[in-house]
C-alpha cells in the first residue's frame, strides 16, 4: 500500500482549500470545475502530543515528527469512469494512492457554485462512490479476460490460482455492480492476494472529511454532517468534520497567540486538522515508535505487526541487517515514571528479541553489529 492520502471529491467541494490548510502551501484554488489538473503534494507532520510530552522529559537539541504525504487529486463528476470531465486523469491518480479522504460539501453558500447546483452531500457521495465502482467493474473485466489463458494452462499451481482469482472476483462483482466498494467483499487472505494486481480502487480504505463553514461549531451540527456521518457508518467509514475556509486562513497566522485568539473566537481550542492527519494515519495502517535523548526526540513511522529489526531498519538498513536486541519502554512508563533510570528500577525497561511486534508508543533503542 501507498503510504499516502488522496484527497478526492466533487469539484468545487473545498479539497485544494484543506490540502493548504494541510500542508501550509498554496494549492491552486478557484470558484470553477477543475481548478486542479494536476495533482497537488504536500508532506503534512503528524501533530503527535507524545512526542512533545518526550520533548519536555529529556530536552533535546531537535524534534523530528512522523509525516503523512497527502495528493490533492482532481474534481470528478458523473460519467468520469466513461472519461468525462478529468475521469482518466482522476483514476490515474486515485491508483496511486493509499487511503482516500473524500471531501463533501456540508455548507450553503450561494455564492460558491456547486457542479449539480444543489447541495446534497449523500447524492455527492455517491456519485463518486459510483464512478469508482464503475472504474473497478472495468478492472474486473479486463482480468477475467486474462483468467481464460491460466484456466487453460497444464501448470496446476496456476489453475489453483485462477480458481482463487475467479471466486474472489465473484465475490467483489456483485458489489461493484450495485456502486458498493470491493472492500466490503468477505474474501481470504489467498484471495486477496489474488486479486491485488487488479488495483481496484474500492479496495482501498475511504474516510469522508465534512468541509463545514466556521459557524458549524458554534451550533448544533448541522443536518448534511448527520447525514454524512449516518451514511459513513453504514459503510463501515469515518467521518471527520473540518472548516477548510478557516483552517486555510488559519494556516497563515504565524504568531501562535493570534492563532489560538483566532480558534476561540469559533469555539475552538486547537485546529482540527490534526483529526484528520491521525485518521488518514490509522488508515493507512501506520503506527508511531520513538527515539528519545539528549540529541532529538523523533516518531518513528512503522507498519502494524512489524518487528523490532523492522523498525530498525526504518532507522538505517544497517540497524536491520545487524539487528541484536532493543532496549524497550513504554511512552506511558516514562511519563509516569520521569527518567530510564526510575523506569529501570521499576523493572519496566526490557530487552526484545527478532520475534518482538513493536507496539505503538514504544521507545526504542536498539543495538546492532555489521
Request: some cysteine.
Amino acid at each position: 500500500m501507498a503510504l499516502n492520502c488522496g484527497i478526492v471529491g466533487l469539484p468545487n467541494v473545498g479539497k485544494s482549500m484543506i490540502f493548504q490548510a494541510l500542508s501550509g502551501s498554496r494549492a491552486e484554488t478557484a470558484n470553477y470545475n477543475f481548478s486542479t489538473i494536476n495533482p497537488n503534494v504536500g508532506i503534512v507532520n503528524v501533530n503527535d502530543k507524545r512526542l512533545f510530552a518526550l520533548t519536555e522529559i529529556f530536552k533535546p537539541r531537535k524534534t523530528i515528527p512522523a509525516a503523512v504525504e497527502f495528493v490533492d487529486i482532481s474534481g470528478l463528476v458523473k460519467g468520469a469512469s466513461k472519461g468525462e470531465g478529468l475521469g482518466n486523469q482522476f483514476l490515474a491518480h486515485i491508483r496511486d494512492v493509499g487511503v482516500i479522504a473524500h471531501v463533501v460539501r456540508c455548507f450553503d453558500d450561494p455564492d460558491i457554485i456547486h457542479v449539480t447546483d444543489i447541495i446534497d452531500p449523500v447524492s455527492d457521495m455517491e456519485t463518486i462512490n459510483i464512478e469508482l465502482a464503475f472504474a473497478d467493474l472495468d478492472s474486473l473485466a479486463r482480468r477475467r479476460e486474462r483468467l481464460e489463458k491460466s484456466r487453460k494452462s497444464q501448470d496446476k499451481n496456476e489453475q489453483k490460482l485462477a480458481q482463487t482469482t475467479e471466486a474472489a472476483l465473484d465475490k467483489i462483482a456483485p458489489l461493484l455492480e450495485n456502486g458498493q466498494p470491493a472492500r466490503q467483499a468477505e474474501l481470504t487472505a489467498d484471495e486477496k492476494a489474488a486479486v491485488y494486481d487488479c488495483h481496484f480502487i474500492t479496495m482501498k480504505p475511504q474516510l469522508y472529511v465534512c468541509n463545514v463553514d466556521d459557524k458549524y461549531f458554534q451550533s448544533e451540527p448541522n443536518a448534511y454532517v448527520k447525514a454524512v456521518q449516518q451514511q459513513a457508518g453504514i459503510e463501515g467509514s469515518e467521518a471527520v468534520v473540518i472548516a477548510g475556509k478557516f483552517e486555510a486562513e488559519l494556516c497563515d497566522i504565524e504568531d501562535e497567540a493570534e492563532k489560538l485568539a483566532f480558534l476561540n473566537d469559533i469555539g475552538l481550542k486547537e485546529s482540527s486538522l490534526s483529526t484528520l492527519v491521525h485518521c488518514a494515519y490509522r488508515q493507512l495502517g501506520l503506527r508511531t515508535f520513538f527515539t528519545a535523548g539528549e540529541d532529538e526526540c523523533r516518531a518513528w513511522t512503522i507498519h502494524v505487526g512489524d518487528t523490532a529489526p523492522k523498525a530498525a531498519g526504518v532507522i538505517h538498513t544497517d540497524f536491520e541487517r545487524g539487528f541484536i536486541k532493543a532496549e524497550v519502554y513504554t511512552y506511558d512508563d516514562i511519563v509516569k515514571y520521569g527518567s530510564e533510570a526510575k523506569i529501570k528500577e521499576a523493572g519496566k525497561y526490557r530487552i526484545e528479541g527478532k520475534e518482538y511486534i513493536v507496539q505503538d508508543g514504544d521507545v526504542m533503542f536498539f543495538k546492532f553489529n555489521v
